[in-house]
């Protein structure tokens, strides 16, 4: 080993590099300052960040409660759609079962006495009749029908049981056929209700 090898080596260091405490040099004092810095801009950071998240979590629930609205909406929309299609189809099957027994409306609306089987066939259709008026009912009650198809289909209760033979048959046999509350609407709707001579018009209409 030579001398300056030695001499190299045995030297003293730097106060600037060796130096601890409150003897801070410009580079690890400008290092500390930094670290400060980005420390307190970080915390700055993270508040802001915090009311972002709030925010969006805010955002969040709001979608969240739009889309369950949007989705009730239509799920809404499907059931009076098929509520609509059931009402149909009950239309038709009630319309092309009374095309089978004209000759007993046409009996019943010109007063003539029915017999047994005439009166057990009229209590079928007065049983499919009401059975209908009683789905449409409750629909309405539910929201799936709004009133003024209800209404228009209630008209139908009055048709057939305002008339005397259609009262005898609602007392005797519809009332305790059907729902207490739907029962408890018809003696309200029936009440003072005059005789519906629909059935009399619709089979005499062309007589004129």
Request: aromatic share 8%; charged share 25%.
């Amino acid at each position: 080993m030579n001398a300056a090898t030695s001499n190299k080596r045995d030297a003293p260091r730097s106060p600037a590099i060796t130096s601890r405490g409150s003897n801070l040099q410009a580079p690890e004092l400008i290092t500390r300052r930094v670290i400060i810095s980005i420390f307190e801009h970080l915390k700055m950071d993270r508040s802001q960040i915090n009311d972002w998240l709030a925010l969006i979590a805010n955002l969040a629930v709001v979608g969240g409660i739009v889309f369950l609205a949007i989705e009730i909406r239509q799920n809404n929309e499907l059931l009076r759609s098929e509520s609509r299609q059931t009402l149909v189809s009950n239309d038709v099957t009630s319309l092309s079962a009374n095309i089978g027994n004209a000759d007993v409306f046409a009996k019943m609306a010109s007063g003539q006495d029915l017999s047994a089987e005439e009166q057990l066939r009229l209590s079928f259709m007065f049983m499919l009749d009401l059975r209908n008026r009683e789905f449409e009912y409750f629909q309405y009650i539910n929201g799936l029908l709004d009133e003024e198809t209800w209404l228009a289909y209630r008209y139908v209760i009055v048709v057939n049981h305002s008339t005397k033979l259609g009262r005898a048959w609602w007392d005797q046999v519809g009332r305790g056929i059907v729902d207490p509350g739907f029962a408890r609407m018809v003696d309200e709707l029936l009440a003072g209700a005059p005789a519906d001579d629909v059935y009399k018009r619709m089979a005499t209409w062309a007589d004129d």
